[in-house]
């Protein structure tokens, strides 16, 4: 077992991976930037390395100085929580050679995943469905045709080259495709210089679904279960839950045994996540894999009642999967968790600076986790996140319910953050209902704004 | 429903011993007089609630909050480490001193092998790009030079001994400039 931890982190994450040494008995020792002297990472952990200056590029994103760290503390391995080096194949590599163990996949899956092309070609093969497509450049209309009527209408049409909405475009019915693969090819060369495009069936109303899974060295596998994060603002998702209100134990069971097949055949190790998109009609895709721990980690540790930080720790230190988790594991209640974030909840601006009251909510059922506290400052040169806050409940209303009220018990003041909307989308009764998919939060921005032009 | 409200600008902190300690602007004009007239590259202060830190261009300063920041991790690590740069800040100021700080993380070593003489010591006077000392990180061996002529007239760290980013080294008195 590892007698030292340097985490290479900070914020709420360096925090919780704080908090699973120190009941593991493993000395911490925690990296800092000059922006983060008086931050709690820097004050619970046993040592502290100051690493750089504030940008991120020259602290926590430096390899050289945070493995030198590693060395003058003589910590045996290196956390590197989620964001910053948690999926950076060239950072688990260094710490390899350089005789440190990195808390994670091997370098290899890191990078495997990080293609994403690659991955789902990989996880195609290893059995997991993917969004039906033309596999590669459609050349032709004649083909663009073909192909679409082979996957079924919507389909939408990419840039291969793409990114950002260009050169996109959603097909509903054969009459409008020529037309829009033409626009599209015509908009892809504008935009990126060639004009390939493909194909792809398009999921109007999709659920994001994800899987946990936990791989020990020895090529044992297991899935803690479902998470929902279909609450989404461009792609960043604002709510989580556990379990997913779409899923019937009779899904978890089949997606989960499909799940461990694919990553067993990977030789998957340590922590990681396994993304889905859910169509109307209850079909999964696989649209990528996350090679670390997530933020929302926390809504799986209350279902299932485990501690992912610690099994990470214990999986990279070579522990065998059967002596950390029972054969028949089953999710137990419900956990919700909602990010606050340091945002102007209407303009969702940034909003740094100096926090100047902060009360956290608690009572049963309720977790916070945070790394913020009356009188500290929100530097503007990371990511907002401010806090998270997690409820737990014998059912969903529930959790819910819970939510609610500590939603309301939760005061900052000196800085915007976006309580107000969690608060909001808890009232909303196709939240309520379970009524989910990716598209939630425009909807509930159009309404508002519809509701001040007539009201 | 709590209370949100936006932060008032520029305010150098809300409450405590920050408005008793508060320092009249003309003092801060003239200390930025004494950085330009002197050279000096920085000049940072440190009292009960209060704490100011002066830069010239070069590296982009932090933005304004970040100056005034009541140290509320009383007892960490981080902070009594930083103390020793804050009062090689003040002795800076005091006595007109360059501070020669570490720019990465790492071992200090005082000479080029174990059984060699330093590289200075106190008393020695150092040309601008002489070696002052090694910082081996990742097992490489960086060479920390002189970034202006003097003497040395402290040497806060001792060798073999880790250092972190920003430490201070070494302080020195600049030459006269006739």
Same mark, same amino acid.
């Given at each position: ?21 120190? !009941? ?17 990472? $820097?004050?619970?952990? +046993?040592? *502290? ?37 948690? %999926? ?19 370098? %290899? ?7 994403? +092309? ?6 195609? &093969? ?43 475009? $959603?097909?509903?019915? !054969? ?6 693969? *033409? ?43 479902? &998470? ?12 989580? %839950? ?45 649209? !990528? ?54 945002? +102007? ?31 500290? $400052? ?42 107000? /909307? ?14 989910? +998919? ?18 | 429903? @709590? ?30 007089? /004494? ?23 070069? $590296? ?16 960490? @690590? ?39 003489? @330093? ?52 302080? /020195? ?6």
């Amino acid at each position: 077992m590892f007698k030292k931890i340097l985490i290479a982190n900070r914020g709420e994450i360096a925090l919780r991976i704080i908090c699973a040494c120190k !009941e593991l008995d493993i000395r911490t020792v925690a990296v800092y930037s000059e922006a983060d002297r008086y931050a709690l990472h $820097v004050r619970f952990a +046993d040592e *502290a390395i100051c690493i750089g200056p504030p940008r991120a590029s020259d602290s926590y994103l430096n390899i050289p100085h945070i493995i030198s760290a590693a060395e003058v503390t003589g910590a045996e391995a290196i956390h590197p929580g989620y964001g910053f080096l948690a %999926e950076n194949p060239n950072f688990a590599e260094v710490c390899e050679t350089s005789g440190v163990t990195f808390i994670g996949p091997r370098p %290899e899956l890191i990078n495997l995943m990080g293609q994403k +092309d690659q991955a789902r070609r990989e996880m195609a &093969r290893a059995g997991l469905p993917i969004v039906p497509g033309s596999d590669g450049v459609v050349r032709s209309e004649e083909e663009a045709r073909r192909i679409a009527a082979g996957i079924g209408y919507p389909v939408i049409i990419k840039a291969a080259a793409g990114g950002g909405g260009r050169g996109m475009r $959603v097909a509903w019915k !054969e009459s409008e495709l020529a037309n829009f693969v *033409a626009t599209a090819q015509h908009e892809a060369r504008q935009a990126f210089g060639t004009p390939d495009v493909y194909l792809e069936k398009y999921i109007a109303h999709p659920r994001h679904i994800e899987f946990q899974v936990l791989g020990d060295m020895y090529g044992n596998v297991a899935h803690l279960g479902e &998470r929902e994060c279909s609450i989404q603002r461009r792609h960043q998702k604002l709510i989580e %839950e556990s379990p997913s209100p779409a899923v019937s134990e009779e899904t978890r069971r089949a997606l989960g045994d499909q799940v461990v097949q694919a990553m067993r055949a990977l030789g998957y190790n340590n922590a990681g996540t396994i993304e889905f998109l859910m169509d109307e009609d209850g079909n999964f895709y696989f649209i !990528e894999m996350n090679t670390r721990i997530q933020v929302e980690h926390a809504v799986t540790e209350m279902v299932t009642g485990l501690d992912l930080v610690k099994k990470q720790i214990l999986l990279a230190a070579g522990e065998r999967l059967e002596n950390l988790i029972r054969p028949d594991l089953r999710l137990r209640g419900h956990a919700l968790e909602c990010r606050i974030v340091a945002e +102007d909840p209407e303009t969702f601006q940034p909003s740094a600076g100096r926090i100047t009251v902060f009360h956290a909510p608690g009572g049963t059922g309720v977790r916070v986790d945070t790394a913020a506290y009356t009188d500290c $400052v929100i530097p503007p040169f990371y990511d907002s996140l401010l806090a998270k806050l997690i409820t737990f409940g014998q059912s969903r209303d529930e959790a819910i319910a819970r939510m609610s009220r500590a939603l309301d018990m939760f005061v900052v003041e000196g800085i915007y953050t976006t309580i107000p /909307l969690h608060q909001r989308i808890m009232q909303h009764p196709d939240f309520q209902a379970g009524r989910l +998919d990716t598209h939630f939060l425009e909807r509930l921005n159009h309404q508002q704004v519809a509701v001040s032009v007539t009201g | 429903m @709590p209370v949100k409200r936006k932060p008032d600008s520029a305010k150098p902190s809300a409450r405590g011993a920050a408005a008793d300690n508060f320092i009249p602007f003309e003092q801060i004009q003239a200390l930025i007089d /004494l950085l330009e007239e002197r050279g000096l590259e920085e000049f940072e202060l440190e009292r009960e609630g209060i704490r100011i830190r002066i830069k010239r261009r070069g $590296v982009a300063a932090p933005p304004p909050v970040f100056e005034s920041y009541a140290p509320a991790a009383g007892n960490s @690590p981080a902070v009594e480490a930083s103390m020793g740069a804050e009062t090689a800040a003040e002795a800076e100021a005091r006595e007109d001193l360059h501070v020669v700080k570490s720019p990465i993380v790492g071992t200090f070593y005082s000479a080029a092998r174990p059984d060699a003489p @330093p590289f200075v010591k106190l008393g020695d006077t150092v040309d601008v790009g002489q070696v002052l000392c090694i910082i081996e990180a990742m097992k490489l061996m960086n060479e920390i030079e002189a970034d202006v002529a003097g003497e040395v007239v402290r040497i806060y760290v001792e060798n073999a001994q880790p250092v972190e980013y920003g430490e201070s080294l070494f302080a /020195l008195r600049p030459l006269k400039r006739k």
